[in-house]
């Protein structure tokens, strides 16, 4: 054992129906370290961080705190035990103020009575704040903050509770750059406060900016812990998939054919006169900062928003979109960036999430044909690799890329000729972003015309043959492929802005 270790996760197993989610894992983490814990969708590590929370328990195995054995019954044990955890979905109640989601648990009574010291717990989750170098109105009611000033209070209630190891999974999921960057400066400061981190990202460009040491977990085992100065890029990628990815962007070879969709000079009360064309097989991105307008764009498209004046062609005949159904029977199909609450019904199998969009073409008489629906099911769960127990399981006991796979697979089932992707790869790690482009090259191929929409550039430049720009509801230049880069994205991108 390392004296040094503040926590030790020894052999840490744990079984699910049918399912091995960790096999004999170990971990270690030391004072004001960062443990950087990265591994496909399915790997095991929400699992192990679990564990650790105390919101399930182990099979087997020990988990020790400063060299101490340790038994984790439930979260309470856990934060009695110096542990916090920052989820990517926050907890918090969104009515209640800063400071009372600091206290949250941890209330402070005033003496003598059983009232609350308000005050008190005021000024110290200012303090909290402060030593984040951050300043709020601790009054403020959290559905009122941004997502980074949520983030924030996630971490001063942990202060609060003098955590001294923390586990942050997928903390920048929805954060803009400067935002990140902020949260690099709060990590590095919880660091040399000696508080010992776990860190889950599948960005992995961040890991190396914030990273000590590396755990990579694939298929519920460990497969190596590792200094970060050891490690690039590549060996990680193959660490985590077991495989090498020769060409990170697959991207189809597309020539110009017929023109599919055009809008022309449509206004909404976001968008001013946007003129855009979609070709059969190819790859369409649209980039832009937060609130540029690409979300609205695509909307207008899947008829979810109303356009006040212009035209969109579809093959060349003026259509009206006046719903999300007139857009999917005109073979228009929109993957949503938040799948969760827009793109599936998460209470649902997987069979019925993937038929529940073309219900229409497997009614036999008054009945559902239930053997095509299942062969077909079967079909597309094979075809797009979508990893379940079966196609009977329920949509949300998958993981984000298996279920970003079955929006897409309910989507091809209605043979959709236009598919518009927002942030297709958000919250998905590198193997199944791998599958994802690569079943976007399948779509092209077939000459299914795709719009994109990716906040991560390279992504974006990787996959797209054009990429329209938008700033504050324009769009501000069409860059041809060979026209296409980082530099001249982020120039059209800001060109608007004061």
């Known amino acids: 054992m390392n004296q040094n270790n503040l926590l030790e996760l020894r052999n840490i197993s744990k079984s699910y129906p049918g399912v091995l989610a960790l096999d004999s894992v170990n971990l270690e983490v030391c004072p004001g370290e960062v443990h950087c814990l990265i591994g496909e969708n399915g790997a095991g590590k929400s699992t192990l961080i679990k564990i650790l929370s105390g919101a399930i328990q182990k099979d087997s195995g020990s988990i020790l705190i400063n060299g101490q054995s340790t038994q984790i019954n439930s979260p309470l044990d856990s934060?009695?035990?110096?542990?916090?955890?920052?989820?990517?979905?926050?907890?918090?109640?969104?009515?209640?103020?800063?400071?009372?989601?600091?206290?949250?648990?941890?209330?402070?009574?005033?003496?003598?009575?059983?009232?609350?010291?308000?005050?008190?717990?005021?000024?110290?989750?200012?303090?909290?704040?402060?030593?984040?170098?951050?300043?709020?109105?601790?009054?403020?009611?959290?559905?009122?903050?941004?997502?980074?000033?949520?983030?924030l209070v996630e971490i001063s209630k942990a202060i609060n509770k003098q955590v001294k190891i923390l586990a942050m999974d997928e903390p920048t999921a929805s954060l803009t750059e400067s935002e990140i960057k902020n949260l690099f400066k709060i990590i590095k400061k919880l660091k040399n406060d000696g508080v010992g981190i776990i860190y889950i990202s599948h960005r992995i460009e961040e890991i190396f900016e914030i990273g000590d040491r590396v755990t990579v977990l694939r298929d519920g085992k460990k497969i190596i812990t590792?200094?970060?100065?050891?490690?690039?890029?590549?060996?990680?990628?193959?660490?985590?998939?077991?495989?090498?990815?020769?060409?990170?962007?697959?991207?189809?070879?597309?020539?110009?054919?017929?023109?599919?969709?055009?809008?022309?000079?449509?206004?909404?009360?976001?968008?001013?006169?946007?003129?855009?064309?979609?070709?059969?097989?190819?790859?369409?991105?649209?980039?832009?900062?937060?609130?540029?307008?690409?979300?609205?764009?695509a909307r207008i498209i899947f008829g979810a928003d109303r356009i006040m004046s212009g035209n969109i062609y579809l093959n060349n005949k003026k259509i009206n979109l006046k719903s999300p159904k007139d857009a999917i029977d005109n073979g228009i199909a929109l993957l949503t960036e938040d799948r969760n609450l827009y793109g599936l019904f998460t209470e649902l199998s997987v069979r019925e999430n993937i038929s529940i969009s073309n219900l229409n073409s497997l009614i036999n008489g008054v009945f559902i044909n239930k053997p095509k629906e299942i062969s077909d099911s079967k079909a597309f769960v094979e075809s797009l690799k979508i990893r379940t127990p079966s196609i009977e399981t329920s949509v949300e006991n998958l993981s984000g890329g298996n279920r970003q796979k079955v929006v897409l697979a309910r989507w091809l089932y209605t043979k959709s000729k236009i598919v518009i992707f927002d942030e297709p790869t958000a919250g998905i790690d590198i193997g199944v972003k791998y599958d994802i482009y690569n079943l976007i090259k399948q779509l092209v191929k077939d000459g299914i015309g795709v719009i994109v929409i990716s906040s991560e550039l390279p992504e974006l430049i990787g996959i797209s043959n054009r990429i329209a720009v938008l700033c504050e509801g324009e769009i501000t230049g069409i860059l041809e492929e060979h026209e296409i880069s980082q530099e001249k994205i982020l120039h059209l991108a800001t060109i608007n802005l004061n």
């Open 226 to 297: 590792e200094e970060m100065k050891n490690v690039n890029r590549d060996i990680l990628i193959k660490w985590m998939v077991g495989r090498e990815l020769a060409q990170q962007f697959p991207k189809n070879v597309e020539i110009r054919k017929t023109e599919i969709l055009r809008l022309e000079n449509v206004r909404t009360e976001k968008l001013r006169n946007i003129n855009l064309s979609l070709y059969e097989g190819e790859v369409l991105g649209l980039a832009g900062l937060v609130g540029s307008g690409r979300t609205e764009l």
């Open 79 to 151: 934060q009695r035990l110096g542990i916090g955890i920052i989820y990517q979905d926050f907890k918090l109640i969104p009515e209640l103020s800063i400071a009372d989601n600091i206290f949250l648990g941890n209330e402070i009574l005033n003496e003598h009575s059983f009232t609350l010291n308000k005050n008190k717990m005021k000024l110290l989750a200012e303090a909290a704040l402060h030593q984040l170098g951050e300043q709020y109105d601790v009054d403020t009611p959290i559905y009122k903050l941004s997502v980074a000033a949520k983030q």
